[in-house]
């Protein structure tokens, strides 16, 4: 039997004609818009696109927090064919004209909170050909055109229009050197990676269009997915994506700019939420805080799962919130922007699994750097590797690409750079990034950008730049400097002036002093020593 074929517009075009009004696709307060409006809407958008100037594989910026728009404008870069690119919505001029002009995106989808911004970099951006504005009202900047615009004119019919399954989504990934780098996805291999997890969690997935229909009719229009953290990083696209793609709907939290768990416990409870996507600790500390004050103030007799990925969660905290939601499997998904389902731990109330501990995936084995399998047992260290449906590569970046995407014994495996042991029954435990990358709240920050940050301020001779361990962020960005001779500036200077230079969430939580940084001859950083100068001034135990 032949593979079946499949491309996001494809699928959605196919959910739009047979799912009806009473199908919600996005809620967002009391804002519902079901399947048959954003099928018309987003056909409007993507009609509009490439009657505008927009062509068949154009990439197309997302700047935006979660709202409709950004599921709606998913939908219509899918069905125009066009390229997804994600833009962190915290960064600032210099990171965020980089991953505009690193994409090659000549649209952009920016919502009325960042128009500021975009005042101040679209002259540096002269290949974007058209912005998008999302939100404030219908009269946009000159420059740019409202959304509202594009959604509403049209007839809202379905493209004539032949799509691919090598059509292609990008993801922009922090990764461990150097700046972001765009992931490329193409329709098909994400689409048979969510069919794996589709197999794991339900036995079976849908292996042809008739199949597909039976599953969105059976299960997946019954599904509300809640991302609480962004849809412009891997875990909330991924989870909202998996939805969306299968007939369900996708909630989002109206209060944008920050994480309130009270709203959040609120919202689950008004729509029936089945299933959430948060990044560890960061959310689910507060999140049980709010239900441990409040025993039964909530119905969270829906909620059939709660997926973290990106940084560790606690076994402590998955045990408090089992106790308020004894239903629920808590997933703690070992994953990259690179690779899907390298790991599974599930936590339910019948069952705990040791922090860190993760459950192989199918297409996964671990090597050691020189391509040696990893004997299971053995307690030799070795990289995580992901087979079977893994990106092409990174975009423009094949030197990258070829560290990353390797082929050992004729089989093409990702391999991000997550080190593991695998135990002999073949569970693994992670033990980290072989790099100085900090990952803090889901969020990869690279040491040398805030060391070069640091370095600017005139106080400041030398910087280097480690994360330590927290409870609340996963890891805590913690600067060491050295002081030019006769000065004096204290920390709270210091982190203040690398926020005018880097988006917030990679300044430092904490600036140390030393008298040297001690480099070597050839001025490479010891961040070993730098690391235990750290531990010890903040008091962390490092065994």
Same mark, same amino acid.
Not at 292 to 309: A, C, K, Q, V, W
Not at 318 to 332: C, E, N, S
Not at 392 to 414: C, M, P, Q, W
């Given at each position: 039997m032949?593979?079946?074929?499949?491309?996001?517009?494809?699928?959605?075009?196919?959910?739009g004609?047979?799912?009806g009004?009473?199908?919600?696709?996005?809620?967002?307060?009391?804002?519902?818009?079901?399947?048959?409006?954003?099928?018309?809407?987003?056909?409007n958008?993507a009609?509009?696109?490439?009657?505008?100037?927009?062509?068949?594989?154009?990439?197309i910026g997302?700047?935006?927090?979660?709202?409709?728009?950004?599921?709606e404008?998913?939908?219509?870069?899918?069905k125009?064919?066009?390229t997804?690119?994600?833009?962190n919505?915290?960064?600032?001029?210099?990171?965020?004209?980089?991953?505009?002009?690193?994409?090659?995106?000549?649209?952009?989808?920016?919502?009325?909170?960042?128009?500021?911004?975009?005042?101040?970099?679209?002259?540096?951006l002269?290949?974007?050909?058209?912005?998008?504005e999302v939100?404030?009202?219908?009269?946009?900047?000159?420059?740019?055109?409202?959304?509202?615009?594009?959604a509403?004119a049209?007839d809202?019919?379905? *493209? #004539?229009?032949?799509?691919?399954?090598? %059509? =292609?989504?990008?993801?922009?990934?922090?990764?461990?050197? !150097?700046?972001?780098k765009?992931?490329?996805?193409?329709?098909?291999?994400?689409?048979?990676?969510?069919?794996?997890?589709l197999?794991r969690?339900?036995g079976?997935?849908?292996?042809?269009?008739?199949?597909?229909?039976?599953?969105?009719?059976e299960?997946?229009?019954h599904?509300r997915?809640l991302?609480?953290?962004?849809?412009?990083?891997?875990t909330g696209?991924?989870?909202?994506?998996?939805a969306?793609?299968?007939g369900g709907?996708?909630?989002?939290?109206?209060?944008?700019?920050?994480?309130?768990?009270?709203?959040?416990?609120?919202?689950?409870?008004r729509?029936?939420v089945?299933?959430?996507a948060?990044?560890?600790?960061?959310?689910a500390?507060?999140?049980?805080?709010? *239900? #441990?004050?409040?025993?039964?103030?909530? %119905? =969270?007799?829906?909620i059939?799962s709660?997926t973290?990925? !990106?940084v560790?969660?606690?076994?402590?905290?998955?045990?408090?919130?089992?106790?308020?939601i004894?239903?629920?499997?808590?997933?703690?998904?070992?994953?990259?922007?690179?690779?899907?389902g390298?790991g599974m731990?599930?936590?339910?109330a019948?069952?705990?699994?040791?922090?860190?501990k993760?459950?192989?995936g199918?297409?996964?084995?671990?090597?050691?750097?020189?391509?040696r399998?990893?004997?299971?047992?053995?307690?030799?260290?070795?990289?995580?590797?992901?087979?079977?449906?893994?990106?092409?590569?990174?975009?423009?970046?094949?030197?990258?690409?070829?560290?990353?995407?390797?082929?050992?014994?004729?089989?093409?495996?990702?391999?991000?750079?997550?080190?593991?042991?695998?135990?002999?029954?073949?569970t693994?435990?992670?033990?980290?990034?072989?790099?100085?990358?900090?990952?803090?709240?889901g969020?990869?920050?690279y040491?040398e950008?805030v060391?070069?940050?640091?370095k600017?301020h005139?106080?400041?001779?030398?910087?280097?730049?480690?994360?330590?361990?927290?409870?609340?962020?996963?890891?805590?960005?913690?600067?060491?400097?050295?002081?030019?001779?006769?000065?004096?500036?204290?920390?709270?200077?210091l982190?203040?002036?690398?926020?005018?230079?880097?988006?917030?969430y990679?300044?430092?939580?904490?600036?140390?002093?030393a008298?040297?940084?001690?480099r070597?001859?050839?001025?490479?950083?010891?961040y070993?020593?730098?690391?235990?100068?750290?531990f010890?001034?903040?008091?962390?135990?490092?065994s």
């Amino acid at each position: 039997m032949a593979k079946t074929i499949w491309n996001f517009g494809d699928l959605l075009d196919d959910n739009g004609a047979h799912l009806g009004p009473n199908n919600p696709a996005m809620i967002h307060g009391d804002r519902v818009v079901s399947w048959p409006e954003i099928t018309a809407r987003s056909n409007n958008v993507a009609q509009w696109l490439l009657a505008n100037g927009a062509s068949v594989g154009d990439k197309i910026g997302f700047y935006m927090r979660n709202q409709p728009e950004y599921v709606e404008g998913l939908a219509a870069s899918f069905k125009a064919r066009l390229t997804h690119v994600n833009v962190n919505y915290r960064y600032l001029d210099d990171e965020l004209v980089y991953i505009i002009d690193n994409s090659d995106s000549t649209v952009v989808l920016y919502d009325v909170e960042f128009r500021e911004n975009v005042v101040r970099v679209k002259d540096r951006l002269p290949e974007v050909k058209i912005w998008v504005e999302v939100g404030g009202t219908d009269q946009a900047p000159g420059f740019a055109v409202a959304y509202e615009t594009l959604a509403a004119a049209g007839d809202g019919a379905p *493209l #004539d229009i032949e799509r691919s399954p090598d %059509d =292609l989504m990008f993801l922009y990934t922090g990764g461990t050197t !150097g700046m972001p780098k765009g992931v490329m996805w193409s329709h098909q291999i994400w689409r048979d990676t969510n069919l794996d997890g589709l197999r794991r969690i339900y036995g079976a997935a849908p292996e042809n269009w008739e199949e597909h229909r039976a599953f969105v009719n059976e299960v997946g229009q019954h599904g509300r997915q809640l991302p609480a953290c962004p849809l412009m990083h891997g875990t909330g696209l991924f989870t909202a994506l998996g939805a969306f793609l299968n007939g369900g709907a996708i909630v989002t939290l109206e209060t944008k700019a920050k994480f309130i768990p009270e709203e959040l416990w609120e919202t689950v409870a008004r729509n029936g939420v089945t299933a959430m996507a948060i990044v560890g600790d960061a959310f689910a500390k507060p999140m049980l805080k709010v *239900l #441990d004050e409040n025993p039964g103030r909530y %119905d =969270l007799s829906s909620i059939n799962s709660i997926t973290s990925s !990106g940084v560790m969660w606690s076994m402590e905290v998955k045990r408090g919130l089992i106790d308020h939601i004894p239903q629920v499997a808590l997933m703690d998904s070992f994953g990259a922007s690179e690779a899907v389902g390298f790991g599974m731990s599930v936590t339910t109330a019948d069952g705990v699994v040791e922090t860190a501990k993760f459950e192989i995936g199918q297409h996964c084995k671990v090597f050691s750097e020189d391509g040696r399998e990893i004997e299971p047992g053995s307690d030799e260290t070795g990289l995580i590797a992901r087979g079977g449906s893994v990106p092409l590569g990174y975009y423009k970046d094949e030197a990258k690409s070829a560290k990353t995407f390797k082929t050992i014994n004729g089989v093409r495996y990702a391999i991000p750079g997550d080190w593991c042991k695998v135990a002999a029954d073949g569970t693994l435990t992670l033990l980290g990034r072989g790099s100085n990358c900090i990952n803090s709240a889901g969020e990869k920050i690279y040491p040398e950008e805030v060391e070069e940050a640091l370095k600017e301020h005139e106080s400041v001779r030398d910087a280097l730049v480690v994360g330590v361990p927290d409870d609340k962020w996963g890891q805590a960005v913690t600067g060491v400097v050295e002081l030019s001779d006769g000065a004096s500036v204290d920390e709270d200077e210091l982190r203040a002036f690398v926020r005018t230079k880097l988006a917030a969430y990679k300044a430092p939580k904490r600036v140390l002093f030393a008298d040297d940084l001690k480099r070597a001859p050839n001025g490479k950083a010891d961040y070993k020593r730098i690391r235990k100068i750290a531990f010890e001034t903040l008091g962390i135990d490092a065994s």
